[in-house]
Structures are given as structure tokens and as C-alpha cells.
């Protein structure tokens, strides 16, 4: 496609499952983003991987969290044991490399945790 | 600590007048700062942005304006549209602000913009 590609757009879980959230960048685009919006804030940075490697995981909230981009390509935002504070829309961003703050966004998965 | 602040939350502006979003920061060692639109149910969508070495981007109806002094940006939107109808994030990054990356990304909490045909 075209765009960023974010799957599930919608996902629905209970506390203490495990949830994989998936992102297909724009193809040629080294550099891709996570980032975490919640209700009435902005989005919130949570790791940067250049390539195939997180160049930074600053964000990730604690060891929960974890994301992988094995091929340089589609990369996967993994959550252990969800909590209720973890609901909120996952956004998934990409670009052509780190000299630039033009991202191109992803729609976002919704993640609620029950 | 919030180091990127938009301190409204709304604006309501009639069609064809000027649109003006206000943006504060507190981190000195910013210096890139762009401004994102996003309509519902839909990803932020990149609109403008302006390096530190600049005080003003033009780009069609759309002027971004930067005060170091002040720590301060503004975006202008002349004239205003219906369609301009979203929520705008302003957003700041600085290599030297702890990035790694320019897409390294400090957003503030977004303006929701409203204009009345």
C-alpha cells in the first residue's frame, strides 16, 4: 500500500494477556516510530529503530513493553501482561531517515484493556 | 513535565477569517518544531514545520512562526476553511535535546480547531 499500515485497527483484551500490535512502514522507509497517544494528549514517543535496529527505546514505559522490526521492514510492538493503563491508540509512523521530523503517521491501533 | 504546551484546548473561528494556534516550550535545546493536523479516526498528518535558524515558513495558507526569546510558535492559517476542521498538534525535536533522531518527537497536548462555514 500507499501508506502506514496498522494492524489490528481495533483490539480488545483483558488484563494480564499478551497483545502484538503490527506495522507496515511505507516501503524504502528506514526509519520507523512508535509512538503512544491517550485520550485528550498527544502522542507520546516510545521507540525509534533505524534500520533493523532500535536506535532508541527511551520511551518503552517499562520492560512490558518490547518491539522488534527483524527485516528492516514490518516491526511488531509487543505488550505482556496488559494493564488498565495501558489502553490507548498505538500509532505507528515512518520516514526516510532521522534527519527529518516529516512522519508519516499510520491510522493507529486502539488498544483497551478490560 | 510537560516541555511542549498548547494551553488551548479549542478555537472556534468563522470561514474565511485567521486561524491563530499558539505553541509554548521549555527546553531550550530544541530546534526543529513542526505542526501536525489529524482528523478522527485517522493518523497526525505533517503540515509544516521551521528550523531554529528561522523565525517564519510560509507554505500557501499556512505560516509557521518561531520566538527563541520567548520559547513561543504560532501557526497562522489565512483564510480559514471548513475543512481546516482538526485537532493540531504542535511538536518539537533537537539532536541535541536527547534525540536520536529528528522523528524523535515532543508533542504538545493539541488545539482542537473549529471553523464555521
Known amino acids: 500500500g500507499a501508506g502506514v499500515s496498522q494492524t489490528p485497527s481495533n483490539k480488545v483484551t483483558e488484563k494480564g494477556k499478551y497483545v502484538e500490535l503490527r506495522c507496515d512502514p511505507i516501503s524504502g522507509h528506514t526509519a520507523l516510530y512508535w509512538y503512544r497517544q491517550s485520550l485528550g494528549q498527544g502522542p507520546e514517543f516510545l521507540i525509534y529503530f533505524q534500520g533493523t535496529g532500535a536506535a532508541d527505546d527511551s520511551g518503552l514505559p517499562n520492560d512490558r513493553f518490547f518491539a522488534v522490526r527483524p527485516e528492516g521492514s514490518v516491526s511488531t510492538l509487543k505488550i505482556q501482561r496488559t494493564e488498565r493503563g495501558d489502553s490507548a491508540v498505538y500509532l505507528c509512523?515512518?520516514?526516510?531517515?532521522?534527519?527529518?521530523?516529516?512522519?508519516?503517521f499510520g491510522e493507529g491501533s486502539r488498544l483497551t484493556v478490560l | 513535565d510537560q516541555q511542549v504546551k498548547q494551553n488551548s484546548p479549542s478555537l472556534s473561528v468563522q470561514e474565511g477569517r485567521i486561524s491563530i494556534l499558539n505553541c509554548d516550550y521549555t527546553n531550550s535545546m530544541f530546534d526543529y518544531f513542526l505542526w501536525y493536523k489529524k482528523y478522527p479516526a485517522e493518523g497526525p498528518t505533517f503540515l509544516i514545520s521551521?528550523?531554529?535558524?528561522?523565525d517564519k515558513n510560509e507554505d500557501g495558507r499556512f505560516t509557521v512562526f518561531l520566538n527563541k526569546s520567548a520559547k513561543h510558535l504560532s501557526l497562522h492559517i489565512v483564510p480559514s476553511q471548513p475543512g481546516d476542521s482538526a485537532v493540531y498538534f504542535c511538536a518539537a525535536s533537537g539532536w541535541d535535546a536527547g534525540g536520536t533522531s529528528y522523528g524523535k518527537l515532543t508533542f504538545g497536548q493539541g488545539t482542537i480547531l473549529t471553523v464555521h462555514p
Open positions: 509512523a515512518s520516514s526516510s531517515g532521522p534527519r527529518t521530523g516529516e512522519l508519516f
Open positions: 521551521i528550523s531554529s535558524i528561522k
